[in-house]
């Protein structure tokens, strides 16, 4: 016999205006907010259907808004606040690289111009990027996923006819994904007037970047050498050294005082004035992958966002077979879906693209997409203790990199 306990915890007031990412966050979500995969995401508060034996959720999660899904299945486990529309900060290079990774061949070059750099904000997270130097689009890549770098996305938005072409196209791409708490102004996630996502739309863009194969390979490297600065040496002789970058997302480094999350393989952090601190997160744990987003915890501690979401997968993976969902990823809209978006369903011409995202197949796909299976090259990644291996996955996360036990 199970007992299912329903939980809608509700802010004691709530503001029916929609918060303005120019100014400091509003302490309470709009009373009404997206229903995109289920009414029960567009209720404010915390929304859950615990069974019997399901382990209660953590409570001391201070997020303003967060959501735990299932990658595959698309089931949302719990949620609270999803579709508030918040400031996303870098996560929202997600959409970045899932809307331009299509476009360029990673092994194409690029020479720097000043005006490729031109409009980048104060303050903002760099790669390094020097003018007059030549990188190849891997490069660049690596410049946007490991260090964060602006200068990176700058420089592929020019290559893409410039920011506001790029604007343009990730809020096209975020509408076809049904990302449509999602406002791009700035393709960065540098703090802008009227830019917004939330919790849902991240785990959304997350779960499409993945299916491509160059996405999963930057998201999930640890580290990686990136070309330097061209200087002559005494002799007139020309060099041109690399350095080493490290991924900023923390809970596939590991931190002072914060463990590297076991089963980890990617997704992208942030933080900004406006936002806070926020996070989209992919792990794997004896056969389920999940995605957790987390966005501005209120609680003021270094690494805050990352042992919020540990705590969300550590929930997630004890509960997932012991709650009833309150929700569902949607398939983007080009996905013919003959039950609701769940596995099975076609990937999107955007999850394939026909560079730099490209899947690569193995085994029988046929129409429903069933079978794909994508492989993460071992050799390319460089992960911390523990070493990694292939797991064959079905759409929409074919397969994921995770540590040994």
Not at 386 to 393: P, W
Request: net charge negative; glycine share 12%.
């Amino acid at each position: 016999m199970s007992l299912s306990l329903s939980l809608t915890v509700a802010p004691a007031a709530l503001a029916a205006d929609k918060p303005s990412p120019g100014a400091s966050p509003s302490v309470t979500p709009p009373a009404k907010m997206s229903t995109v995969g289920g009414e029960r995401l567009g209720t404010p508060g915390t929304q859950a259907d615990l069974g019997a034996g399901a382990p209660v959720l953590p409570k001391d999660i201070t997020a303003r808004s967060w959501i735990v899904a299932d990658a595959e299945s698309g089931d949302v486990l719990a949620a609270h606040n999803a579709h508030w529309r918040l400031a996303p900060a870098s996560t929202l290079k997600m959409l970045f690289a899932d809307t331009l990774l299509p476009k360029f061949s990673k092994e194409e070059e690029h020479k720097v111009v000043p005006s490729d750099l031109a409009g980048i904000g104060a303050g903002s997270s760099m790669v390094g990027i020097k003018e007059d130097e030549t990188y190849t689009v891997h490069d660049l890549w690596l410049g946007v996923f490991l260090r964060s770098g602006n200068d990176a996305v700058h420089v592929l938005s020019a290559m893409n006819d410039g920011v506001d072409q790029t604007v343009k196209d990730m809020n096209a791409h975020a509408e076809e994904l049904q990302a449509l708490d999602t406002n791009v102004v700035s393709p960065d996630g540098y703090d802008a007037k009227g830019q917004v996502s939330s919790a849902y739309d991240l785990t959304l863009v997350a779960r499409s970047g993945l299916q491509k194969k160059d996405f999963r390979e930057y998201c999930s490297t640890v580290r990686a050498d990136f070309p330097g600065e061209t200087k002559k040496n005494k002799k007139g002789k020309t060099t041109r050294e690399s350095f080493e970058i490290q991924n900023t997302n923390r809970l596939l480094t590991g931190d002072t005082g914060l463990d590297a999350y076991q089963g980890i393989a990617g997704v992208k952090n942030g933080n900004t004035t406006n936002a806070g601190s926020t996070f989209t997160g992919v792990a794997e744990r004896d056969g389920r992958v999940l995605l957790v987003t987390v966005m501005n915890p209120e609680k003021d501690e270094y690494n805050e966002v990352y042992k919020e979401t540990a705590r969300l997968f550590d929930w997630g993976f004890q509960a997932a077979d012991k709650v009833t969902p309150v929700g569902e990823l949607v398939p983007p809209k080009s996905a013919a879906t003959g039950n609701g978006g769940r596995q099975g369903a076609t990937a999107s011409p955007s999850a394939s693209g026909a560079t730099g995202g490209e899947p690569m197949a193995a085994g029988t796909s046929g129409s429903s997409g069933i079978g794909v299976a994508l492989g993460i090259a071992g050799g390319v990644l460089a992960l911390v203790a523990g070493g990694a291996f292939l797991v064959n996955r079905r759409w929409p996360l074919p397969e994921l990199m995770r540590r040994r036990r």
